[in-house]
T-cell receptor, first 111, second 112 residues
Framework: GAGVSQSPSNKVTEKGKDVELRCDPISGHTALYWYRQSLGQGLEFLIYFQGNSAPDKSGLPSDRFSAERTGGSVSTLTIQRTQQEDSAVYLC?????????FGSGTRLTVV | DQQVKQNSPSLSVQEGRISILNCDYTNSMFDYFLWYKKYPAEGPTFLISISSIKDKNEDGRFTVFLNKSAKHLSLHIVPSQPGDSAVYFCAAGGTSYGKLTFGQGTILTVHP
Protein backbone atom coordinates (compact mmCIF):
# COMPACT_ATOMS: atom_id res chain seq x y z
CA GLY A 1 0.00 0.00 0.00
CA ALA A 2 0.90 3.65 -0.23
CA GLY A 3 1.04 4.28 3.51
CA VAL A 4 1.64 2.63 6.86
CA SER A 5 -1.35 0.51 7.79
CA GLN A 6 -2.27 -0.31 11.39
CA SER A 7 -4.94 -2.63 12.68
CA PRO A 8 -7.22 -2.60 14.48
CA SER A 9 -7.94 1.11 14.54
CA ASN A 10 -9.69 0.73 17.89
CA LYS A 11 -9.45 -2.00 20.52
CA VAL A 12 -11.30 -2.27 23.80
CA THR A 13 -10.08 -5.03 26.06
CA GLU A 14 -10.61 -6.19 29.59
CA LYS A 15 -7.88 -5.75 32.15
CA GLY A 16 -5.69 -8.83 32.27
CA LYS A 17 -6.27 -9.90 28.67
CA ASP A 18 -3.55 -10.02 26.00
CA VAL A 19 -3.73 -7.86 22.88
CA GLU A 20 -1.90 -7.84 19.56
CA LEU A 21 -1.49 -4.71 17.46
CA ARG A 22 -0.39 -4.97 13.86
CA CYS A 23 1.65 -2.65 11.66
CA ASP A 24 2.16 -3.04 7.93
CA PRO A 25 4.92 -0.61 6.88
CA ILE A 26 5.59 0.95 3.52
CA SER A 27 7.20 -1.56 1.20
CA GLY A 28 10.95 -1.10 1.09
CA HIS A 29 11.20 0.86 4.34
CA THR A 30 13.84 -0.93 6.37
CA ALA A 31 13.25 0.88 9.66
CA LEU A 32 10.08 0.43 11.74
CA TYR A 33 9.19 2.14 15.01
CA TRP A 34 6.50 1.79 17.64
CA TYR A 35 5.53 4.80 19.73
CA ARG A 36 2.60 5.39 22.03
CA GLN A 37 0.72 8.51 23.02
CA SER A 38 -1.00 8.44 26.36
CA LEU A 39 -3.61 11.05 27.26
CA GLY A 40 -1.89 14.42 27.64
CA GLN A 41 1.52 12.95 26.91
CA GLY A 42 3.90 13.17 24.00
CA LEU A 43 4.97 10.36 21.74
CA GLU A 44 6.82 7.82 23.83
CA PHE A 45 9.34 5.62 22.02
CA LEU A 46 8.78 1.89 22.52
CA ILE A 47 10.86 -0.18 20.09
CA TYR A 48 12.81 0.18 16.84
CA PHE A 49 13.62 -2.37 14.15
CA GLN A 50 16.32 -1.68 11.57
CA GLY A 51 16.86 -4.28 8.87
CA ASN A 52 18.32 -7.49 10.27
CA SER A 53 19.87 -5.81 13.31
CA ALA A 54 18.77 -6.64 16.83
CA PRO A 55 15.84 -4.39 17.75
CA ASP A 56 16.27 -1.45 20.11
CA LYS A 57 13.85 -2.38 22.90
CA SER A 58 14.97 0.34 25.30
CA GLY A 59 11.57 2.04 25.38
CA LEU A 60 9.41 -0.93 26.29
CA PRO A 61 7.85 -0.04 29.66
CA SER A 62 7.72 -3.55 31.10
CA ASP A 63 8.25 -7.20 30.23
CA ARG A 64 4.54 -7.43 29.42
CA PHE A 65 5.37 -5.65 26.16
CA SER A 66 7.03 -7.39 23.24
CA ALA A 67 7.25 -6.90 19.51
CA GLU A 68 8.43 -8.80 16.52
CA ARG A 69 8.92 -8.05 12.89
CA THR A 70 8.56 -10.97 10.53
CA GLY A 71 10.45 -11.11 7.26
CA GLY A 72 11.52 -7.52 7.63
CA SER A 73 8.01 -6.32 6.95
CA VAL A 74 4.90 -6.66 9.14
CA SER A 75 5.33 -6.01 12.86
CA THR A 76 3.19 -7.10 15.78
CA LEU A 77 3.23 -5.40 19.19
CA THR A 78 1.93 -7.68 21.93
CA ILE A 79 0.84 -6.54 25.36
CA GLN A 80 0.24 -9.30 27.86
CA ARG A 81 -2.00 -9.03 30.93
CA THR A 82 -3.12 -5.53 29.97
CA GLN A 83 -3.45 -2.87 32.65
CA GLN A 84 -5.49 0.33 32.59
CA GLU A 85 -2.32 2.41 32.29
CA ASP A 86 -1.68 0.69 28.94
CA SER A 87 -4.59 2.66 27.48
CA ALA A 88 -3.12 4.89 24.78
CA VAL A 89 -2.84 5.39 21.04
CA TYR A 90 -0.14 3.10 19.68
CA LEU A 91 1.54 4.53 16.60
CA CYS A 92 3.74 2.73 14.13
CA UNK A 93 6.07 4.47 11.70
CA UNK A 94 8.41 3.31 9.00
CA UNK A 95 11.23 5.36 7.60
CA UNK A 96 13.79 5.83 4.91
CA UNK A 97 16.39 8.55 4.59
CA UNK A 98 13.52 10.78 3.50
CA UNK A 99 12.00 10.55 6.93
CA UNK A 100 9.16 8.98 8.85
CA UNK A 101 5.69 8.00 7.73
CA PHE A 102 3.28 7.27 10.55
CA GLY A 103 0.22 5.09 10.50
CA SER A 104 -3.09 6.31 11.92
CA GLY A 105 -2.57 4.38 15.12
CA THR A 106 -4.48 1.90 17.24
CA ARG A 107 -6.48 3.36 20.10
CA LEU A 108 -6.30 0.84 22.93
CA THR A 109 -8.70 1.13 25.82
CA VAL A 110 -8.32 -1.21 28.79
CA VAL A 111 -11.45 -1.42 30.93
CA ASP B 1 13.90 12.43 32.03
CA GLN B 2 12.15 14.55 29.44
CA GLN B 3 14.85 15.33 26.85
CA VAL B 4 12.49 17.31 24.61
CA LYS B 5 9.98 19.63 26.23
CA GLN B 6 7.11 21.70 24.92
CA ASN B 7 6.07 23.76 27.90
CA SER B 8 2.91 25.23 26.40
CA PRO B 9 0.14 22.63 26.23
CA SER B 10 -1.99 24.92 24.10
CA LEU B 11 -1.93 28.10 22.03
CA SER B 12 -4.79 30.13 20.62
CA VAL B 13 -4.31 32.72 17.85
CA GLN B 14 -6.45 34.73 15.49
CA GLU B 15 -6.52 33.89 11.79
CA GLY B 16 -3.90 35.90 9.89
CA ARG B 17 -1.67 36.44 12.93
CA ILE B 18 1.59 34.67 13.72
CA SER B 19 1.67 31.42 15.69
CA ILE B 20 4.89 30.70 17.60
CA LEU B 21 5.38 27.25 19.06
CA ASN B 22 8.37 26.60 21.30
CA CYS B 23 10.46 23.58 22.16
CA ASP B 24 13.44 23.06 24.47
CA TYR B 25 15.85 20.15 24.55
CA THR B 26 18.57 18.98 26.90
CA ASN B 27 20.64 16.53 24.86
CA SER B 28 23.44 18.35 23.04
CA MET B 29 24.03 15.25 20.89
CA PHE B 30 20.84 15.87 18.91
CA ASP B 31 21.73 16.79 15.32
CA TYR B 32 18.33 16.97 13.71
CA PHE B 33 15.13 18.66 14.78
CA LEU B 34 11.70 18.20 13.27
CA TRP B 35 8.15 19.44 13.65
CA TYR B 36 5.17 17.17 13.12
CA LYS B 37 1.51 18.07 12.89
CA LYS B 38 -1.25 15.75 14.07
CA TYR B 39 -4.98 15.89 13.43
CA PRO B 40 -7.39 13.80 15.54
CA ALA B 41 -7.57 10.12 14.54
CA GLU B 42 -4.63 10.50 12.18
CA GLY B 43 -0.93 9.81 12.53
CA PRO B 44 1.53 12.69 12.80
CA THR B 45 2.72 14.11 9.49
CA PHE B 46 6.06 15.73 8.84
CA LEU B 47 6.01 19.51 8.60
CA ILE B 48 9.52 20.93 8.57
CA SER B 49 12.98 20.11 9.86
CA ILE B 50 16.34 21.70 10.56
CA SER B 51 19.80 20.28 11.04
CA SER B 52 22.12 21.51 13.76
CA ILE B 53 24.38 23.23 11.25
CA LYS B 54 21.65 25.74 10.45
CA ASP B 55 19.77 28.28 12.52
CA LYS B 56 16.79 28.82 10.25
CA ASN B 57 14.80 26.86 7.70
CA GLU B 58 11.81 28.24 5.83
CA ASP B 59 9.10 26.50 3.85
CA GLY B 60 6.23 28.69 2.74
CA ARG B 61 4.31 29.88 5.80
CA PHE B 62 6.42 27.75 8.13
CA THR B 63 9.81 28.73 9.54
CA VAL B 64 11.82 26.83 12.12
CA PHE B 65 14.47 28.61 14.17
CA LEU B 66 17.21 26.83 16.09
CA ASN B 67 19.22 28.39 18.91
CA LYS B 68 21.84 25.78 19.81
CA SER B 69 23.39 27.72 22.66
CA ALA B 70 19.99 27.96 24.34
CA LYS B 71 18.96 24.46 23.22
CA HIS B 72 15.76 25.95 21.94
CA LEU B 73 13.79 25.76 18.73
CA SER B 74 10.64 27.42 17.60
CA LEU B 75 8.14 27.07 14.79
CA HIS B 76 6.61 30.18 13.30
CA ILE B 77 3.48 29.99 11.21
CA VAL B 78 2.53 33.16 9.40
CA PRO B 79 -0.15 33.92 8.48
CA SER B 80 -2.01 31.37 10.60
CA GLN B 81 -5.06 29.71 9.07
CA PRO B 82 -7.95 27.80 10.70
CA GLY B 83 -6.74 24.63 8.92
CA ASP B 84 -3.51 24.88 10.92
CA SER B 85 -5.45 23.95 14.06
CA ALA B 86 -3.87 20.67 15.21
CA VAL B 87 -1.41 19.25 17.72
CA TYR B 88 2.20 20.13 16.94
CA PHE B 89 5.04 17.93 18.15
CA CYS B 90 8.69 18.81 18.06
CA ALA B 91 11.16 15.95 17.79
CA ALA B 92 14.92 15.53 17.91
CA GLY B 93 17.38 12.85 16.94
CA GLY B 94 20.74 12.02 15.43
CA THR B 95 19.24 11.99 11.93
CA SER B 96 15.87 12.79 10.39
CA TYR B 97 15.04 9.13 9.90
CA GLY B 98 16.47 7.43 12.98
CA LYS B 99 15.10 7.12 16.47
CA LEU B 100 13.42 10.36 17.50
CA THR B 101 12.56 11.82 20.88
CA PHE B 102 9.29 13.74 20.88
CA GLY B 103 7.93 16.53 23.02
CA GLN B 104 4.52 16.46 24.68
CA GLY B 105 2.83 18.42 21.93
CA THR B 106 1.11 21.82 21.75
CA ILE B 107 -2.51 22.14 20.72
CA LEU B 108 -2.80 25.07 18.31
CA THR B 109 -6.22 26.61 17.72
CA VAL B 110 -6.56 29.25 15.02
CA HIS B 111 -9.81 31.20 15.28
CA PRO B 112 -11.47 32.61 12.15
Amino acid sequence: GAGVSQSPSNKVTEKGKDVELRCDPISGHTALYWYRQSLGQGLEFLIYFQGNSAPDKSGLPSDRFSAERTGGSVSTLTIQRTQQEDSAVYLCASSTRNGYTFGSGTRLTVV
Amino acid sequence: DQQVKQNSPSLSVQEGRISILNCDYTNSMFDYFLWYKKYPAEGPTFLISISSIKDKNEDGRFTVFLNKSAKHLSLHIVPSQPGDSAVYFCAAGGTSYGKLTFGQGTILTVHP
